[in-house]
């Protein structure tokens, strides 16, 4: 079992960037919002590993946001952090920036909250270590985050149809 210790916000931040290219968007250069969700559940998936010091699954895209284009030539930055932890599932903000490097001009591209859960080696859903927000903006989060899953709580869990798999 990974250690259960307190970790301040701090220590699992990520910051990943990626340089769009023609292959990342449509024959008009603008770049296909699943290239920006990628990033976004790529940088959130290890800032939620790096939490948990396990494996983790995303569970749940809570909101997802795009409030500007991103062009080809773009560097797109993703920023995540934990917001908040319950017994085994982690919620991870994380907010998207493009810059023109040209320019240096940088707009907010996106921004979501998706919920992880951590997982030992057969799948099984295992204790995440409590969090520690240590700033004034970090414990506004969480508290956001807090009431975000009190709402998550009150909605019914989708039931899978009988016969379905998950992805592959």
Known sequence: MSDLSAKPVSASRTIMSHAMLPSDANPFGNVHGGE???LIDSCAGITAQRHARS???TARIDELSFLAPVYVGDLVTAKASVNDVGSKSMEIGVRVEAENTLTG??????????????????????PVPPVVAETEDERRRMTAAKARRALRLQRPRPRPEPGATSGG
């Open 36 to 38: 920006v969700m990628k």
């Open 55 to 57: 494996r983790v699954v």
């Open 105 to 126: 001009k940088t707009v907010h591209v996106s921004s979501a909250y998706l919920v992880f859960v951590a997982i030992d080696e057969e799948g099984r859903p295992i």
